[in-house]
């Protein structure tokens, strides 16, 4: 009995390592195409987001990157309490990141906006710097939320998440993504805001916030997972408004008033100086020894 049960297990568990190594190599493949597609890139807060399709398509690929590791428990136990569906399981994450992309869209709009209306009052030598630590404390605040429970708790519980939202078919699956996509959302949108606070186009902060947030979903520990989430941003929060300079991995936008004064004083220091007429030569003296007239 014992060894028909072990074959019987062997596939499933051989079927779940190549499903969850499936994930990562894609991860490691959107990893790949963003450094390369982010490459010469502003790596700083509040760098310009492009046109609109280079940002949508930026985005769900960073999300892909960013989230695959951390929502592979949820697909392969979606994948596990539906195995003669098994081909549906790419619906599922893909309604994942539709919702994700749609909140993609929902930032692109708020920059662009916000923008256009506010000119460059968040400029880092504005409002900018303070605006990046008001988002990072936020985000640390949040941690202690019964909001941030509430999302977090459905993300640690694939199972009791499936059972209590479960829907057949092809449409079901999609619905079921886009449904855990919007509690991951708001467990992670503060997060994600912190991405934008420290650069969103900065591969270094991408990997960061990634971490932080497979962190959260994967310990064990949540209490000790959301307190150590929070302790690093509130950390960050600090550094960026006492030494933003000295924050590892942080690209300091350059200080537009600083760069005008030094372009000033560099142009007033490569004109010649302004000075008296020289007073007139002197004759030279005659052979009587007398000054010549």
């Known amino acids: ?63 892909a990157a960013m989230m695959f590791p951390s929502i ?33 869209l929902i930032g692109f709009g708020v920059l662009k906006v916000g923008a256009s209306v506010a000119g460059d009052f968040f400029a880092w030598d504005n409002a900018g710097r303070w605006t990046a630590v008001g988002v990072l404390v936020a985000a640390a605040v949040y941690e202690f939320t019964p909001a941030k429970y509430a999302c977090l708790r459905r993300c640690r519980s694939p199972l009791g998440f499936l059972v209590s939202s479960w829907h057949e078919g092809s449409v079901g699956a999609v619905r079921m993504g886009v449904l855990h996509g919007a509690w991951c959302i708001g467990c992670c949108w503060a997060l994600m805001a912190a991405l934008f606070a420290l650069g969103a186009m900065s591969i270094a902060w991408m990997a960061v916030v990634a971490a932080l947030i497979a962190v959260e979903k994967l310990l064990p520990w949540r209490l000790a997972a959301t307190a150590g989430v929070a302790v690093i941003l509130g950390v960050l929060a600090v550094g960026v408004a006492a030494s933003p300079a000295n924050v590892p991995g942080l690209t300091v936008p350059s200080d537009s008033s600083g760069m005008s004064s030094m372009s000033k004083s560099m142009d007033s220091m490569s004109k010649p100086a302004m000075s008296k007429p020289a007073p007139k030569p002197m004759d030279s003296m005659d052979s009587a020894g007398g000054m010549s007239p």
């Not at 297990?9 to 051989?14: K, M, Q």
């Not at 949820?74 to 539906?82: I, Q, T, W």
């Open 72 to 104: 592979a428990p949820m697909v392969l136990m979606y994948a596990s309490l539906d195995r003669s569906r098994r081909a549906w399981t790419p619906l599922f994450v893909a309604g994942y990141l539709i919702v994700w992309g749609a909140a993609g």
């Open 1 to 63: 009995m014992e060894a028909s049960v072990r074959r019987l297990s062997e596939p499933l568990v051989a079927w779940r390592l190549a499903l969850v190594g499936a994930l990562c190599e894609l991860a490691a493949l959107c990893w790949w195409w963003t450094v390369d597609r982010m490459s010469g890139m502003d790596m700083g807060p509040g760098s310009d987001p492009g046109t609109f399709g280079f940002f949508l398509t930026t985005w769900v690929v960073m999300m």
